[in-house]
């Protein structure tokens, strides 16, 4: 009986590896997929996940769609985000037979900073987020040997952006 079982899992052995060598054999003679940067470049970087960015409201393009409700800051699994909600405004001093009137509490980040040497790139910020308000950048050139560099501040580069 244990010859039979031996026998039995050496041949589904040697059928795991002529499977293996099948798709091996497959790949060895397609076309290559290596690109050889920078001498030849990419051309398939609609789905490539970078730092993310603010997008624009479209009813004030010179502002970002960011109401600072937190909602990113709060899914970010590893704390790349940073947000910080604008001050709101102190009641107008209106004349003293009338009464004080309050101003809305302005929407949209004081602060906005980005951590990209934590994240990674689940796209749970930009999925959770109220108002599509954040989106990867697709921007593949983002190299440097200083940490620091990482470390970007959203809202300066968004009105950077936008000039």
Known sequence: MN???KMGEDVLGLWSLVKGLKITG???FSK???VHYPRAGVDNL???RGPIELVPNPEDPAGPLCIACMTCAATCPTGAILVVKKN???PVDAAPDQNKTARKAPKGPA???YDYT?????G???ENCPKGAIRFSGNPYCASINKKDFEFDLLEKFRMNMD
Do not use: D, E, G
């Open 32 to 34: 290559q997929v290596t």
């Open 88 to 90: 709101a405004l102190k």
């Open 118 to 122: 934590l994240c990674c790139q689940c």
């Open 111 to 113: 602060k906005f900073t």
């Open 124 to 126: 749970l910020c930009a």
């Open 3 to 5: 010859a039979l079982r």
């Open 46 to 48: 609609a789905t490539f």
């Open 26 to 28: 497959a790949f060895f």
